[in-house]
């Protein structure tokens, strides 16, 4: 997966205008960017960068034996990697309370439901993909990432807020 952020990086980079409106209307677009990782997937198969994918993967949960779906299965180097998606809109545009606390929380909303979720899970390569929006700046990412509970601090950001300048920081979590 760590091979795929460049191309996340450039697909989305190309979509600046789409991600500054988004953050002006303060939208949370979560099926919007999963429909450009459809696309974005399948190109990336062509370029053979990528074997094959599978969009809400079914994968049995040994706590309860019932199915848990994942956002996507991809496949690249002869590895699958179970991958959840978060769409992070931090604008407060329109007086919203969604900032990043907001999203890291330890409820139904965030990516600590998303951490939990995969941890459940009998897999090996567990990914958590947020696409943040507008990128948050460095003090507030340091601290928001410091904040998550010690049961979950196997669950480390490979990408940091200044590794994509612009509207969006695509943050690619690894558990």
């Not at 074997?51 to 079914?58: L, P, Q, V």
């Not at 951490?115 to 507008?134: A, C, H, Q, R």
């Not at 950001?157 to 920081?169: E, H, V």
Request: aromatic share 12%; with cysteine.
């Amino acid at each position: 997966m760590k091979n795929l952020v460049p191309e996340f990086e450039r697909w989305f980079g190309a979509k600046r205008e789409h991600l500054e409106i988004f953050a002006e209307a303060d939208s949370r677009i979560e099926g919007w960017f999963k429909a450009e990782m459809l696309v974005l997937l399948t190109r990336l198969m062509d370029a053979d960068l990528v074997s094959s994918f599978k969009r809400e993967a079914n994968v049995k949960s040994p706590k309860n034996g019932k199915r848990k779906q994942i956002d996507f299965r991809i496949n690249t180097n002869g590895a699958d990697h179970y991958c959840e998606l978060k769409a992070l809109c931090i604008s407060q545009a329109a007086g919203t309370p969604r900032n990043l606390g907001f999203y890291f929380r330890d409820d139904h909303v965030g990516l600590i439901k998303d951490f939990k979720k995969l941890d459940e899970l009998n897999i090996t390569s567990k990914w958590v993909l947020g696409f943040v929006y507008p990128s948050p700046d460095i003090a507030s990412w340091t601290a928001i990432v410091h904040s998550i509970p010690k049961t979950l601090s196997h669950w480390t950001p490979i990408t940091a807020p200044q590794s994509m300048p612009g509207p969006l920081f695509i943050s690619l979590w690894q558990g």
